[in-house]
């Protein structure tokens, strides 16, 4: 395994020059604000996030301002960014933190994974990110990372492993503020260098060191990867239900969800789900509004 002392300095100064100016890591940034850009992440590409988290967060800058208004507010906010349950949860979180916290976000992991729609990944990024803890952030470009330049793999598994999370671990370095500087420096590497895809191995900061490469880019033998395909899936769907009620500040009627979706069976299973996840709510015989 290479040095990890000389992987963790290559990062961080790699990070020091290179990271991306982006709101939710500014100094200024509140632990709310931290939290907000987490859920937001999930899932969903820097570009799109970033027009909605500066409303969100100006309309609701603190947990206590989302907690006062009803979940649909919350839907209709979160616009196209996908996985609308993230907007639920999202004011769960909220709700939980007034109720809990006296409105202001918790620093301890514990605290912070009891949340609703709040996991491990969410739990040990704030405590890091917005409060300078030590905790073994592990998300895709940083399981990406360690993957490729300690291990020699081009993909970790689908899951995270006891042995991953022992290597992590091991990586961690042992000073609370270095160790949140090597958690965001590491997923930035991940993102911007080490991607899925192609990664630019020639701009690398730690190419020299890089297991994957050095054993000449063995090609990824595991169980076969997720695709992307969103095209007439469900959650096309349920993202253009969605959109048609976001679109109006009124109850609309079942006939323009037909015409956003002709086919008939997939649109009431879509609904159907829609409804049973809280996300919309039916407003007498034939119509549905953002709850
Ligand atoms: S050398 Fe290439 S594969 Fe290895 S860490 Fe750098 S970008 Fe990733």
Not at 143 to 158: C, D, K, L
Request: glycine share 6%; charged share 20%.
């Amino acid at each position: 395994m290479s040095d990890p002392a000389e992987l963790r300095t290559r990062v961080l100064e790699w990070y020091d020059e290179h990271a991306r100016d982006l709101p939710w890591r500014e100094p200024s940034a509140s632990p709310w604000a931290v939290l907000v850009s987490e859920f937001m992440l999930q899932q969903t590409p820097v570009a799109r996030v970033l027009p909605v988290y500066e409303q969100w967060l100006s309309a609701w800058p603190r947990p206590a301002d989302l907690a006062a208004v009803p979940t649909g507010a919350a839907v209709r906010a979160w616009g196209r960014l996908g996985y609308p349950r993230r907007a639920l949860r999202l004011h769960a979180a909220a709700t939980a933190i007034v109720e809990r916290h006296a409105g202001e976000v918790p620093p301890a992991y514990e605290d912070l994974i009891a949340l609703p729609g709040v996991g491990d990944y969410t739990a040990a990024a704030v405590a890091s990110f917005a409060f300078g803890r030590r905790h073994v952030v592990l998300d895709t470009n940083v399981r990406r990372v360690v993957a490729r330049t300690v291990s020699g793999v081009e993909f970790p598994s689908a899951a995270v492993t006891r042995a991953e999370r022992y290597l992590a671990t091991s990586l961690l370095p042992d000073e609370p503020r270095e160790a949140a500087a090597w958690a965001v420096g590491s997923m930035e590497l991940g993102a911007v260098v080490c991607v899925a895809a192609a990664p630019r191995c020639s701009t690398c900061p730690v190419a020299d060191l890089c297991a994957w490469r050095a054993a000449g880019y063995p090609a990824y033998d595991g169980p076969a990867r997720r695709g992307q395909s969103y095209d007439g899936t469900d959650r096309q769907c349920r993202g253009r239900l969605l959109g048609v009620l976001r679109e109006s500040a009124e109850p609309v009627h079942r006939s323009s969800l037909e015409a956003a979706w002709p086919a008939a069976d997939q649109r009431q299973r879509c609904l159907d789900w829609l409804v049973t996840d809280g996300l919309v709510a039916p407003v007498g015989e034939d119509a549905f509004a953002l709850p």
